[in-house]
């Protein structure tokens, strides 16, 4: 076990706080990365944390070594890194602020001393804030996912368009990750080239048309992220 001898933490200890589906896919990631050779799961509903630890575990033969185990508050005291996915589900007519008051509870009763946390759970960036103060961390200590996934969406979705890989578009969903998130338009490009003019290259000419269809194809994969 490798330590950090300052605090006595395990640099290649992470754990995961919710194992819902993002929880689930943040954990299979994290399996497939290598970047840590032990990782906990933590669910209010332990059959459930005992489950995907035990399906995520058995992919480990075609991965780096990783011990992954279901496991409760007590596992976190050394882990170097927190992920918190626990939240509650956002129904049907709810906006993520509606869930604010539903997950602060949740965060009081799961946020310890611990070392670094990242905060996936929605408000992400409201969340972030109550983690910050409810831990006592350093602010580079407590990392909010923000507008991340948004950002990749739009990237995606503009790289179908424009029949480009995704990864050679260069484009920000900039604000708070919900409702009020905008996508910077004026700076997005490809491979440098603005993004009006190549749409123009590609006989795309409907810019307000185009982009808000895929403003919208974006905003409606954030409805479906929790």
């Known amino acids: 076990m490798e330590k950090n001898c300052l605090n006595c933490t395990n640099v290649r200890k992470?754990?995961?706080?919710?194992?819902?589906?993002v929880g689930a896919a943040c954990s299979f990631a994290i399996m497939q990365s290598g970047l840590f050779s032990e990782m906990v799961l933590i669910d209010a509903?332990?059959?459930?944390?005992?489950g995907e630890a035990l399906d995520i575990s058995?992919?480990?033969?075609?991965?780096?070594?990783?011990?992954?185990?279901?496991g409760d508050y007590d596992d976190i005291k050394d882990a170097s890194l927190v992920i918190i996915t626990a939240g509650a589900n956002q129904k049907?007519?709810?906006?993520?602020?509606?869930?604010?008051?539903?997950?602060?509870?949740?965060?009081?009763s799961i946020i310890p001393e611990?070392?670094?946390?990242?905060?996936v759970a929605n408000p992400v960036d409201i969340l972030t804030t109550v983690a910050l103060k409810l831990s006592g961390l350093p602010e580079n200590k407590v990392i909010g996912s923000g507008t991340v996934l948004d950002t990749a969406r739009l990237k995606?979705?503009?790289g179908n368009h424009l029949n480009v890989d995704s990864r050679s578009v260069h484009a920000f969903i900039i604000g708070e990750h919900g409702d009020s998130e905008?996508?910077?338009w004026s700076s997005a490009n490809v491979s440098g080239i603005p993004l009006h003019k190549f749409c123009e290259m590609r006989g795309y000419c409907d810019h307000e048309?185009?982009?808000k269809r895929i403003a919208e194809n974006v905003s409606n994969g954030c409805k479906k992220d929790m």
């Open 14 to 21: 992470v754990v995961m706080i919710g194992c819902g589906f």
């Open 45 to 50: 509903d332990k059959s459930k944390a005992e």
């Open 58 to 70: 058995h992919g480990v033969p075609f991965a780096k070594p990783i011990k992954i185990y279901a």
């Open 92 to 108: 049907p007519g709810e906006t993520r602020l509606d869930l604010v008051k539903k997950n602060i509870s949740i965060f009081k």
């Open 114 to 119: 611990i070392n670094v946390l990242l905060i």
């Open 156 to 158: 995606y979705e503009l």
């Open 182 to 184: 905008i996508a910077a």
């Open 209 to 211: 048309g185009n982009m």
